[in-house]
C-alpha cells in the first residue's frame, strides 16, 4: 500500500474530482428523476449524487483501503481512522436539479480529526478551489493561479452570500437583516460556490 504525504493526497484529491465529474455530468441539465431525503420538507437526492459518492469511494478503497470515508449519501466507514475523506458529491442538489452552476463537490481530507487539504470542484465552469494549511490555488480552463482572500476591509465593502433569508429563524432574522443592509451587494441561493467567491 502507498504511503500517504501532502503530495500523493493532493493528486489523489484531483483523481477523485475526476471520477466525480465522470459520474455527475452526464446527469447534469438531464435528470430523469430526483428523490427527497426528507421526511419532512425537501431534502434532493439524484442518481448523479450516489453514482458520484460510489466512484470516488471506489478510488479511495483501491489506493488506501485503510482511510475511513464520511459521505453525504452512503454514511461513515471506519471514521476513526488515522485519515479521513470527507466526500459531498453534489453540494447544492437543488441548484443542480434546477440546471443552475452553482453547486460542487467538495472533498476533504483529515489526519486524526484534524483538516489537512480541501477542494471545492465545480466541473460544468471547469473550475477547482483547492487548499491546504500553507497555500490555496485556483484551477480553470485558462489555467492555474494561486488563490488569495479578497482585499476587502469595511463591511460597507462587501459582498454578503447567502442560500436564502428564509432560513433565519424569528430570533435570527433581524441580525441578518442588519448585516443585509450594511453591506455593498447581496446574492442569494449560490450554495458552496458562494463560500469559493470569498477569495
Known sequence: ????DLSSAAHLLNRLADSAEKAIMPNFRALTSVENKAGTGFDPVTKADRDAEIAMREVIAAEFPDHGIVGEEFGDLHPDAEWVW???????????ISGLPTWGTLIGLTRN???VLGMMAQPFTGERFSG?????????????????????????????FTTTPAMFSSTEAPYYRHVESSVRLVRYG????AYAMVA
Open 1 to 4: 500500500m502507498p504511503r500517504m
Open 86 to 96: 470527507v466526500l459531498d458529491p453534489i453540494d447544492g442538489t437543488r441548484a443542480f
Open 113 to 115: 480529526r484534524r483538516p
Open 132 to 160: 491546504d494549511r500553507r497555500h490555496a490555488s485556483y484551477t480553470e480552463p485558462g489555467g492555474p493561479r494561486d488563490l488569495r482572500t479578497r482585499p476587502c476591509k469595511r463591511l460597507e465593502d462587501a459582498v454578503l
Open 190 to 193: 449560490v450554495d458552496c460556490y
